[in-house]
């Protein structure tokens, strides 16, 4: 089994998202992406997606 599952290992990324005229805007996307793709590498967890992946599933 995983050391997430047995020890609650994980990373995340608080994102902030701002009402515009034009529509939801994310505060600072791809430094936000950049550092979540970072940590998990730190944690040596499985990272399939680029950060560009990862900024278009948020979009």
Do not use: N
């Not at 599952?5 to 994102?15: A, C, K, P, Q």
């Not at 701002?18 to 793709?37: A, I, N, T």
């Not at 990272?47 to 278009?56: K, N, T």
């Amino acid at each position: 089994m995983s050391h997430a599952l047995h020890y609650g290992t994980s990373v995340f990324e608080g994102i902030r998202c701002y009402d515009s005229h034009k529509g939801p805007v994310v505060f600072r996307h791809r430094e936000h992406m950049q550092r979540l793709h970072d940590s998990a590498k730190i944690y040596r967890f499985p990272v399939s997606q680029s950060i560009d992946e990862l900024m278009g599933s948020l979009s």
